[in-house]
């Protein structure tokens, strides 16, 4: 399953050019072209997916299981610490509509703004865990 327009299914099919750092039947791993920092590496699905949302359970595993073996290659090759994210849909960031993760290494004072720490009340702590306990039980 790819998609025509899909930049990454490009990559996959070797009809554009990457750093590959992993390759095996499920995934690939490349560097990033615009990373936070050297060494910031993409992790992906072959198959197409657009996002986390409908992914295959043993897909999202083993991109998980990708993402820590090269986590713990940045640590080793000099990171002090490592962020792992993805991205689902534009408003929270996503710019690929093909799933993938972010591993991006960070430094001592690199002074990379993280998000916001809000305060919620505890009404809505409350209201928001109900709301997700709920929505688990309707995912069953």
Known sequence: MEKE????????NGELPSKKVHEDDM?????????VHIGHTLVIP????????NMPDDTASHLIKIAKRI??????????????????DKDAGQV??????HIIPR???DNIPMWPNKKPKEEEMTE???????ALKDLR
């Open 5 to 12: 327009n899909c930049i990454f299914c490009k990559i996959i």
């Open 27 to 35: 995934s690939i791993a490349f560097l990033d072209i615009s990373p």
């Open 46 to 53: 072959k198959k197409h997916f657009e996002n986390i949302y």
């Open 71 to 88: 986590a713990n290659a940045l640590k080793k090759s000099g990171a002090d610490g490592i962020n792992i994210t993805i991205n689902n």
């Open 96 to 101: 690929i509509f093909h799933s993938h993760i």
């Open 107 to 109: 430094f001592k004072g």
């Open 128 to 134: 928001i865990a109900e709301k997700i306990t709920s």
